[in-house]
């Protein structure tokens, strides 16, 4: 199998010189197995013709958001949503600069926005522009964004200045973008994964919570997607953009998500409970707003029911994994849970340490399960998120076999 096998690739071209290569671009792309589709700029269409385009991608090319034609077809959220990986090559100074300010006036820089797919560009443009403080700037802005960049190389330009600002060439294009995608090897794979926070009831205005985001649990979907898996997201709470899943849930207490994760568990290879589910709930939710009257206030709370846990005791359930989320003695916490709760696989990280965990982008995780363990290295959660589903799928199919 090639490494672009079955990914979507969206190919955005925007008005420079080196366009005149993408059509070559295109049918290395095709013969690595991806599915390509193209979308241009109005000014790409002076350098390469969408007719070369559409032979090459076997796919009609897009150039306009305002095409009743188009969003009657494959309009631009299905678009956005279709892809696996967003490429702009070549990215002229000036698309670098509608990107970097968040612009959507044409189809391929909306897309940018409507898109959840990774993004990567390849800048081509004269040597001074690509030392011109503003895209100097612009691309600092795009690098924060975690939009990769692909180039430029050096050499010769179509100006005849001689300096970085040519774009990578489509072979070199092809084989950093099989770098950075991840195989599909949880095709046919059903995953179910909780994420977030839960919400438990005091009265009609007032909740107990934590400060889960819900970032590990969306990169981990992501990813999931990404490798080709057939994702449910089981999301409480969260102020983040879920990624293009399958099925989402939106739930809010934590018998809201287990009553969810339940409903169709049956039918589920691989479960991740990565929600920061809520250990307690008030004893009575007041359907009134408890107003202020002693000066000590006392409330009890009940157990919630353990989601994971429950998942774990089914006969002929899914392989199962939990996190563990600490705050000193790590490991012995975690490889207490991982036999007490019967699980497959349980990933602890420390959320005492400030620069990882809770809310943050990057984390750390120590994996283990029955017969051994792994420190997964400081890195951002999509990336951990990856390296965490290439373990489970190893020890999902042994466990198969
Ligand atoms: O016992 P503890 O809360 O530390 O365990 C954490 C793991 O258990 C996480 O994977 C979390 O998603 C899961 N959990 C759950 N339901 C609960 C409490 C925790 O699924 N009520």
């Excluded at 490991?331 to 497959?344: F, G, H, P, V």
Aim: with cysteine; aromatic share 6%; hydrophobic share 45%.
């Amino acid at each position: 199998m090639t490494s672009l096998q079955n990914f979507n690739v969206l190919l955005g071209i925007t008005g420079g010189i080196a366009a005149y290569k993408t059509p070559d671009l295109v049918r290395k792309l095709k013969a690595q197995g991806a599915n390509v589709r193209v979308v241009v700029t109005e000014s790409a269409k002076s350098f390469v013709s969408p007719l070369a385009l559409q032979a090459v991608s076997g796919n009609t090319v897009s150039d306009n958001i305002l095409d009743p034609a188009a969003e009657a077809a494959m309009g631009h959220i299905e678009l956005a949503r279709w892809a696996d990986i967003l490429l702009v090559a070549p990215a002229t100074a000036n698309f670098i600069a509608k990107l970097a300010n968040g612009l959507a006036d044409d189809l391929l820089s909306t897309l940018c926005l409507a898109t959840n797919a990774p993004i990567y560009i390849a800048p081509a443009m004269n040597q001074q522009m690509w030392f011109a403080s503003a895209t100097v700037e612009n691309m600092q802005i795009l690098e924060t964004r975690g939009i990769g960049i692909f180039g430029p190389d050096q050499g010769e330009q179509a100006c005849g200045e001689v300096g970085p600002g040519r774009m990578m060439e489509p072979e070199q294009l092809v084989s950093e973008l099989g770098k950075v995608i991840t195989h599909p090897i949880l095709k046919g794979k059903r995953i179910t994964i909780t994420a977030g926070p839960t919400r438990e009831h005091i009265d009609p205005v007032r909740y107990i919570t934590n400060h889960s985001s819900g970032k590990m649990g969306y990169a981990l979907a992501r990813a999931a997607k990404l490798m080709g898996a057939e994702v449910t997201l089981v999301s409480g709470p969260v102020n983040i953009t879920a990624p293009n899943v399958d099925k989402l849930h939106k739930v809010v207490t934590a018998e809201d998500m287990l009553n969810t994760v339940m409903k169709d568990i049956k039918d589920c290879d691989i479960f991740i409970g990565c929600a920061a589910v809520a250990d307690y709930r008030p004893t009575e939710s007041v359907d009134h707003k408890i107003k202020k009257s002693n000066i000590e206030l006392t409330l009890t709370f009940v157990r919630n029911p353990d989601i994971l846990a429950s998942v774990a005791a089914l006969k002929d359930g899914p392989f199962t994994v939990g996190f563990a989320a600490e705050t000193q003695n790590v490991s012995e916490y975690a490889k207490d849970k991982l036999q007490r709760k019967k699980l497959d696989m349980i990933a602890a990280n420390d959320v005492s340490q400030r620069d990882i965990g809770f809310n943050s982008d990057d984390n750390r995780l120590h994996v283990f399960w029955k017969s051994g363990d792994i420190q997964l290295d400081k890195a951002d959660k999509l990336t951990l998120a990856t390296q965490l589903l290439q373990l489970i799928s190893e020890h999902f199919n042994d466990a198969q076999n």
